[in-house]
C-alpha cells in the first residue's frame, strides 16, 4: 500500500458530506490519503495521536475541516510544523461565517492556510495539497497541468443560450 501523504480530519462525521470533496480531489491525481472524523474538543486526545502517527509515517500535509467554534486546524497546526490546510464547513446558524472566522483568525507564528467556506473550499484544499506534492513530482506537475489545461477548454467551448 502507498504512504499515506495527506491526512484528512474533519469534527463531525456530519463533516464528510463537504470533505469528500477534498477527499475527491486527493483521489483523482492518485494522492494516497486517509480521512478521519475527529474533534478537538470531543475527542483531542484521539486527534493528536492521530496527527503524531502520521507525522511519523510521512504525511507532508493536513487537510482539517470543521463547523462553528472551528479549532480543529488550528489544533492540528499547533502539534506539527507540516501545512496545514483548513475548510470551514457550512453551519446551521451562521452558514460557516463563524467556521470561516474561527479558523482563519489564528495567532501569529501557527498558520493555517483557510479555504473557501464548503464544497469549493475542500476541493481547492484538495488541489493546493497536490499542487504542493507536484513541487517535488515532475508526473504530478504534468498532470496537474493537464487538469488545468482540460478546464479552461471547458469554459472555452461553452455555448451561451440565444436570446429568447
Ligand atoms: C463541529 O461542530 C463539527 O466540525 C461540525 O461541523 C459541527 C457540528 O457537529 P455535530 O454536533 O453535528 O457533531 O465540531
Redesign the pocket.
Known sequence: MNKTLVGIV???Q??WEVMQHAARSLADFGIAHEARAL?A?RSPDALIEWVEGLVKRGAKCFIAG???A?H?AGVVAAKTTLPVLGVP?P?RHLQGLDSLLSMVQMPKGIPVATFAIGDAGAANAGLFAVAMLALEDAALSKKLAEFRRKQADAVLAAKLPELK
Request: negative net charge; hydrophobic residues 35%; without cysteine.
Open positions: 474533519m469534527g463531525s456530519g463533516d474533534s474538543h470543521a463547523g462553528g472551528a480543529l464547513i453551519s
